[in-house]
């Protein structure tokens, strides 16, 4: 009987034998299966990230081509007040929070000489609305039944602060201060009526009425 190697006395050992099998033994690739099972997590989040995305991108695609209130046919009517069509329906739109010259008033410049300073708003009005698409906050109705509202014009986020600041409206005091600021930098820089002397527009209209 010939002698034993040491190889086969490992091979005799169960232990020792298993360990060097599986080191002999070829390795082998794990199967799709396996691969999926052990990334699903990963796969799973960046479908979601995806999905996501792409729904954003159809969402501001969709704002895009929409506009984002369906205004149509704006007209101004003096300073401060606005006629449009909202779903087939006119509209009046009384701008809340401001006060401009009436159509027919009269303004005096750094001279002291009269301007139509209520003809003025009206276009610089008018100027405004014609931005882009017309978009408005509605804020109840005032007693002649017209529709009080906040309104934007494409690039102009407020057209009513906007009237303030360039000195063709005024804060209307008497039902908010929200346009206080605007105000204040109107008179400061001398803009629109500020350059000289006029009256309040809620003044005036009481003058003409009695």
Known sequence: M??????????????????????????????????????????????????????NLWREAATAAVPPAEWVQVRAIDGDTLTAQHMGKPQRIRLAGIDAPELRQTCRDTNGRDWSCGAAARMRLAALVAKGWMSCTPQGEDRYGRLLATCSSGDVADIGAALVRDGYA?????????YAAAEHEARVARRGVWQGAFDNPEEWRHAKRR
Do not use: E, H, K, W
């Open 2 to 55: 010939g002698s034993v190697s040491s190889f086969d006395r490992m091979l005799r050992r169960p232990r020792r034998a298993q360990r060097l099998r599986s080191l002999l033994r070829p390795p082998t690739r794990p199967g799709l299966g396996a691969v999926v099972r052990r990334y699903f997590g990963f796969l799973l989040l960046a479908g979601c990230v995806g999905a996501i995305a792409l729904a």
């Open 170 to 178: 005024v804060n209307y005091s008497r039902y908010t201060s929200d």
